[in-house]
């Protein structure tokens, strides 16, 4: 199992904000990162943080890390119902191994 | 290519037989990943390549599977005698140097396998 640990489901109204966590397991790691996975499609980059930053905010996208508790959020702003997908938090182990968590299903009601 | 491309999208295959999936790293990236997708899963790391050579083979979960990148573009990841619990989605990566986490991985949309 994965030692990357997020809530698996997570319900919004269109035009709330959406809080998505993520609890990770190596204190090492230099990135964190935020996927996004859609029906049939192949994981997106939607942002990442690195470990020296406790905030880090694009357009809709706000992330917090808190480095002391190891724990990861995302927040969307002004939830559409194209941010409806799977988010998926991952750490990184080395210069070049990620580990996910199980994602969690983001499903956005009118 | 704009993007990584693997094929077949979809493989079914019967437990016991032999399949080979394909990978397209994008033009130019020298390092390229494989990770297995479960089902309610999230991705796990299978091996690593830089260039021709496997850097890292330390996530493949037995010795039934092999990958090879003998020309350090396309990569084929080589199940044999499948299992029904090799059933997932293998998603190929690629990044423009070693150390994907400084330069970004790219995904491609994955290989869908289903072993009955």
């Known amino acids: 199992g994965e030692d990357v640990e997020q809530s698996l489901f997570l319900s919004v109204r269109e035009g709330d904000s959406s809080v998505i966590n993520c609890t990770y397991t190596d204190s090492s790691s230099t990135y964190l990162y935020w996927y996004k996975q859609e029906p049939g499609a192949g994981l997106q980059l939607l942002t990442y943080i690195f470990s020296n930053m406790d905030m880090k905010q694009d357009q809709r996208l706000t992330v917090l890390l808190n480095k002391k508790d190891k724990h990861l959020s995302l927040r969307i702003a002004d939830t559409q119902t194209g941010d409806s997908a799977i988010y998926f938090c991952a750490e990184t182990l080395n210069d070049y191994k990620l580990s996910f968590g199980a994602g969690t299903t983001v499903t956005v009601r009118a | 290519g704009a993007g990584v491309s693997q094929t077949p999208s979809n493989k079914v295959t019967e437990k016991g037989k032999y399949v080979e999936l394909r990978c397209d790293p994008i033009s130019g990236h020298t390092a390229l990943y494989w990770y297995r997708q479960s089902l309610g899963q999230g991705p796990e790391f299978l091996i690593y390549?830089?260039?021709?050579?496997?850097?890292?083979d330390s996530g493949l979960p037995n010795d039934r599977f092999f990958a090879v990148r003998p020309e350090g573009s396309v990569s084929t990841l080589k199940i044999q005698r499948t299992e029904r619990g090799d059933s997932a989605v293998y998603l190929c990566?690629?990044?423009?140097?070693?150390?994907?986490?400084?330069?970004?991985?790219?995904f491609g949309s994955g290989t869908r396998l289903t072993v009955v």
């Open positions: 390549f830089q260039g021709t050579g496997a850097a890292d």
């Open positions: 990566a690629s990044s423009l140097s070693g150390g994907g986490v400084v330069y970004g991985y790219t």
